[in-house]
Nanobody
Framework: QVQLVESGGGLVQAGGSLRLSCAAS????????MEWYRQAPGKQRELVAG???????NYADSVKGRFTISRDNAKNMVYLQMNSLKAEDTAIYYC???????????????WGQGTQVTVSS
């Protein structure tokens, strides 16, 4: 059974920083794309940043220059360094990954349970 577990959320003042981590565990052959999403109260879930297995990165315009996504393939982990945080960054942050696992080496998308980030102004 494959699992994604996020950590690193919390309460921070505007202008501060947080680093989110997401660990994939289970019977994993390989991981393709890894992404961070967020969902604020009353809003749809939105893509924040993504990184491919080859290291290609994309960011939402709202976080460019402030957030940095990275991954450690040896540890099956993805990170999101968030700097210069704003009140509008307040949301539950979710990790998503396309993971190849199991006897048939099939690729599936998995989601973590989410971690709360609250930025006070």
């Amino acid at each position: 059974q494959v699992q994604l577990v996020e950590s690193g959320g919390g309460l921070v003042q505007a202008g501060g920083s947080l680093r989110l981590s997401c660990a994939a565990s289970g019977s994993i052959f390989s991981i393709n794309g890894m992404e961070w999403y967020r969902q604020a109260p009353g809003k749809q879930r939105e893509l924040v940043a993504g990184i491919t297995s080859g290291g290609t990165i994309n960011y939402a315009d709202s976080v460019k220059g402030r957030f940095t996504i990275s991954r450690d393939n040896a540890k099956n982990m993805v990170y999101l360094q968030m700097n210069s945080l704003k009140a509008e960054d307040t949301a539950i942050y979710y990790c998503k990954a396309e993971i190849i696992s199991g006897l048939l080496a099939a690729a599936y998308f998995y989601w973590g349970q989410g971690t709360q980030v609250t930025v006070s102004s």
